[in-house]
Each structure stands twice: as structure tokens, then as C-alpha cells.
Nanobody
């Protein structure tokens, strides 16, 4: 059974940092492209970042360019999202998703997704 489990969310002040983890079970991250998405209450789901299975092709969403970056440790079967210079508008549930068709921008086109982790940016 494939599972993706996000962790690392929480409450952080504006300007702070968090690192989210996406741990995979039942599949090998080294053969999957992984995307990060977020959804805030009352808003549409938004693409955050994605990386190809080899880590060589990384795409960052416009709203997070220069602040967020994704990386992976295939040996640990885990993908990370480092979030810096957080803003209140970054508050959302963040989730990861995996597929093999390339690091796409649309969540429903991924085969597997996690339950998400809440990130709240507030003073």
C-alpha cells in the first residue's frame, strides 16, 4: 500500500522558516516525480514546487520563487520543502503527491498524495 506522509508543519512567525518532509512508503521516491501543493480555506489548490525523480528538474511556483525550495533524499525515501521568509498568505495545508509522468503542476494528475500538514504563519 502506497502512503505519503507529510510532517514538519506548525505555527511560525512571519519571516520565519519551516522544513516540511514527505516520507514515502510502498514506493521508491527515486523513481517518482514529487510535487508540493497547498490549499488555504476558501481558496483553490495551488502548485508550490516539484522535482523530477532524479532531482535534476525542479519547478517552483511563482508565489514561492526565491523563498521555497524542494529537495530529496532518495536514500531516506523522503522529499523536503524548505520554506523561508514565510508570509501570512503562505498559511495553508501543504501536501505532497507522486507520479511518474514528470514534475507536473496539477495535483489531480498525480497518482498518489498525502493527507497534508498545516502551516500557519502568524504573529
Amino acid at each position: 500500500q502506497v502512503q505519503l506522509h507529510e510532517s514538519g508543519g506548525g505555527l511560525v512567525q512571519p519571516g520565519g522558516s519551516l522544513r516540511l518532509s514527505c516520507a514515502a512508503a510502498g514506493l521508491s521516491i527515486s523513481t517518482y516525480d514529487v510535487g508540493w501543493f497547498r490549499q488555504a480555506p476558501g481558496k483553490e489548490r495551488e502548485f508550490v514546487a516539484a522535482s523530477s525523480w532524479g532531482g535534476g528538474n525542479i519547478i517552483n511556483g511563482d508565489v514561492v520563487k526565491g523563498r521555497f525550495t524542494t529537495s530529496r533524499d532518495n536514500a531516506k525515501n523522503t522529499v523536503y520543502l524548505q520554506m523561508n521568509s514565510l508570509k501570512p498568505e503562505d498559511t495553508a495545508v501543504y501536501f505532497c503527491a507522486a507520479r511518474r509522468q514528470g514534475p507536473g503542476l496539477i495535483a489531480v494528475q498525480y497518482d498518489y498524495r498525502g493527507q497534508g500538514t498545516q502551516v500557519t504563519v502568524s504573529s
